[in-house]
């Protein structure tokens, strides 16, 4: 329980050392887009990844076909 309290703390430090950070380029306009534009490269490269991880997926139902002996085989 120690070391889960220890670790949230830890936590809870950095994200306020991260907004702190951040703070001073949200009052100018050019820091609120480039936090805007970091937002959204986050997003969109999960996103990415994530549709990567499905096409691979919905690909390999279609390619491979298991027999009645559970043994992989392709079309």
Known sequence: MELLNINLAHTDLTLSLTITQL???KSTT???ILIE???Y???LSSLFIYHC???IKILS???YQADEEG???DF
């Open 30 to 32: 050019a820091g609120s």
């Open 37 to 39: 534009q970091i937002y």
């Open 71 to 73: 043994h992989w085989s």
């Open 53 to 55: 991880f499905l096409f």
């Open 23 to 25: 703070t001073p380029l």
């Open 61 to 63: 139902l279609f390619l």
């Open 41 to 43: 490269f986050n997003m």
